[in-house]
């Protein structure tokens, strides 16, 4: 059974910084590539960022770029995505998702609440 399980959300001013992470069991994490979405009210899920399988490509959203950070620990099975300079359109619900086109699975998290506000 994969679960994925984040982490890290909460409530922080504009211009601040949090770290949410995902561990992930029941699957062969290596072979995934992990991903970070979010979803605010109204809105759509977007993708924020991506990370390789082999760690070899990372990839953003422009509305992130420069300002967020995807990393993964394969020994881990965990995936982490660093957030600076947030902003209040940031705020959303945080989903972590783990892709493997190969075999055409994908699982999603529960997500995690992150509001930026004063």
């Known amino acids: 059974q994969v679960q994925l399980v984040e982490s890290g959300g909460g409530l922080v001013q504009p211009g601040g910084s949090l770290r949410l992470s995902c561990a992930a069991s029941?699957?062969?994490?290596?072979?995934?590539?992990m991903s970070w979405y979010r979803q605010a009210p109204g809105q759509e899920r977007e993708r924020v960022a991506t990370?390789?399988?082999?760690?070899?490509?990372?990839n953003y959203a422009d509305s992130v770029k420069g300002r967020f950070t995807i990393s993964r620990d394969n020994a881990e099975n965990t995936v982490y995505l660093q957030m600076n300079s947030l902003k209040p359109e940031d705020t959303a619900v945080y989903y972590c998702?783990?892709?493997?086109?190969?075999?055409?699975?994908?699982?999603w998290g529960q997500g995690t609440q992150v509001t930026v506000s004063s």
């Open positions: 029941g699957l062969t994490f290596s072979r995934y590539a």
């Open positions: 990370i390789s399988s082999g760690m070899l490509s990372t």
């Open positions: 998702n783990a892709a493997n086109t190969y075999i055409r699975a994908n699982f």
